[in-house]
């Protein structure tokens, strides 16, 4: 089977065009690493990009990789045409029998379902809920972003949803859904988390600093708490100084020798700041399937995060995790407190959130269930 995988590379969404090798979404990552054990499967990856960049033109034995420079009057501000028409182009070259745009947040979703073949989406971030829920203003990149949305979705084979609370969501404009959730890279099943003796607990809050990431409710949420318990929490992601949001903030970081911002992180990054924590803490209004949350679970670090979206798809609350309301102090507060005053239940948690994270998100099984979903869709 031959398949064409559009999704971003990661070298254009952070300008780094001078790196030697494309670098892809963690989801994407993941996912790819699984189909590199197929070898019966032929993938192409196309991305677009702003600039000319060097690219090696093979990622694995049986994925070939693809960069299309496209000129910045074809991105956004035309409805990613210009994206759309090179993508054409490459994929009448590489003739595959199906094409899975990687995320509607930018030109994949178009530039598959406008590709000239078969195509099927995956969602990661519901555009049209973030934009709703960010009240995006009229030709935002959100207002825009949710629009193409819901032009790109019914235009396609079908959707693969990483959690019914996207099924939900695309279900009235997509043709078909299957559930199916997203692959974690193998290396973080292999963790063993173990916070350093002597040292103070460690909640750990990966994502970008924006609202729609809540990180200022659980400050002040922790900050009553702090004055009875010892602990650390570490903020890792990017923030934008000229913010709003991220002003308030870094002024609440200031003011909080016990919280810390470490900025970006690397997968690598992420990976030793998991071995260190006591817990993760997602405090998100919306998430559809949040890595986060994934890559923590198959590490073995105890999961606490709003009920909302996928979440609840992702942890069975008190088996697998904890759940708090994300607008409720006083229950992220709560429920942050259960897991740092009970350590055995914490790890108990933990260790059966690993043993599900194996059975449900390995690279190898969703592999295989892509390339079934894949058929399906053909047939």
Request: charged residues 25%; hydrophobic residues 45%; aromatic residues 8%.
């Amino acid at each position: 089977m031959k398949v064409a995988i559009l999704t971003t590379d990661n070298r254009e969404d952070s300008g780094n065009y001078d790196a030697p090798a494309p670098y892809f979404g963690t989801a994407p990552e993941a996912l790819l690493q699984g189909l590199a054990e197929l070898p019966e499967v032929e993938v192409h990856v196309v991305s677009c990009a702003r600039a000319h960049m060097r690219s090696p033109a093979t990622l694995a034995r049986n994925i070939f990789f693809h960069s299309l420079y496209v000129p910045r009057s074809g991105w956004m501000r035309t409805g990613y045409q210009g994206c759309i028409r090179a993508v054409r182009r490459k994929l009448r070259e590489i003739g595959p029998e199906i094409v899975h745009g990687q995320g509607t947040e930018r030109d994949c979703a178009l530039s598959a379902v406008f590709g000239g073949f078969r195509s099927v989406l995956t969602i990661h971030g519901n555009m049209r809920a973030i934009a709703r829920i960010s009240g995006a203003k009229p030709f935002s990149f959100l207002w825009l972003a949710a629009r193409l949305e819901a032009f790109a979705l019914p235009r396609a084979q079908g959707v693969l949803c990483s959690t019914r609370h996207t099924q939900q969501a695309v279900s009235v404009l997509a043709k078909r859904t299957w559930l199916v959730p997203n692959a974690v890279d193998a290396a973080f099943f292999e963790i063993d988390a173990q916070p350093p003796p002597g040292m103070p607990p460690r909640i750990l809050c990966v994502g970008n600093v924006y609202g729609l990431k809540n990180q200022n409710a659980l400050i002040r949420a922790l900050t009553p708490l702090a004055e009875k318990e010892r602990f650390e929490a570490v903020f890792l992601g990017k923030a934008r100084e000229d913010d709003l949001y991220a002003t308030e903030f870094f002024g609440l970081i200031r003011a909080r020798p016990w919280c810390t911002y470490a900025g970006f992180a690397t997968r690598d990054e992420v990976k030793v700041r998991l071995r260190e924590a006591t817990l993760l803490a997602l405090p998100s209004l919306e998430e559809n399937c949040p890595m986060a949350v994934l890559e923590a679970m198959a590490a073995g670090v105890p999961v606490t995060a709003a009920r909302v979206g996928g979440v609840p798809d992702l942890i069975y609350g008190g088996k697998t995790g904890f759940l708090f309301e994300p607008l409720d102090e006083g229950s992220i507060r709560t429920t942050l407190q259960r897991v740092l005053t009970n350590p055995v239940e914490a790890r108990e948690v933990a260790r059966e959130a690993k043993r599900v994270a194996r059975e449900r998100f390995h690279p190898s099984l969703i592999a295989r269930r892509h390339v079934e979903l894949y058929r399906e869709a053909l047939a």
